[in-house]
């Protein structure tokens, strides 16, 4: 019998990371008055007020017109993440945060084309790295703890289902 596809779980994993990343504040500014009530989430601001809100109720706002959202430096968060991996030896992965890639996905759908298409480009890089490399590791041992902490929530689920998939393969080549 065969294992569930491991896709569907990677894409439960990012919904579970994705609804955390939403649900989490964002610095705003108000462009006009807004005064609202969302479940537990009330707004009473005048125009030029800043505060802070979930940032699924900030981008709806920012899609009226009603916000702006303070930028981060999530460009920067992304070139240091990526410069972490490029200087990492050929068989160590650098750390990165377990929303990598929900966050990275959130600030891609910001960009313009151009933008976004330089930015894919360094992105597969990055990801054919971190992909080779766990490859190799999950083919030799399980997780461990500390190579856990490196790992972002989908590269997780991709090494034990590699690693589950080449105990498999090893079990059934090699005959005791």
Request: a neutral charge.
């Amino acid at each position: 019998m065969a294992d569930a596809p491991a896709e569907p779980k990677i894409e439960a994993v990012q919904g579970v990371y994705h609804i955390g990343y939403m649900n989490e504040d964002v610095r705003i500014s108000y462009k006009k008055d807004v005064k609202m009530a969302v479940g537990s989430v009330a707004v009473d601001a005048k125009e030029g007020d800043m505060s802070s809100l979930p940032r699924w109720v900030a981008k709806i706002l920012a899609e009226q017109g009603a916000v702006e959202i303070q930028p981060s430096d999530v460009a920067g968060y992304i070139s240091r993440t990526l410069n972490r991996e490029r200087i990492a030896r050929p068989h160590d992965l650098s750390g990165i945060d377990v929303d990598f890639y929900v966050r990275v996905n959130d600030y891609l759908e910001t960009l313009k084309e151009r933008e976004r298409e330089s930015l894919l480009v360094s992105l597969n890089t990055f990801v054919e790295s971190r992909l080779g490399k766990i490859v190799k590791l999950a083919a030799r041992s399980p997780l461990s703890a500390e190579l856990e902490a490196k790992l972002a929530a989908e590269e997780k689920e991709l090494y034990n289902v590699i690693h589950q998939a080449s105990m498999r393969f090893k079990g059934g080549v090699i005959k005791k």
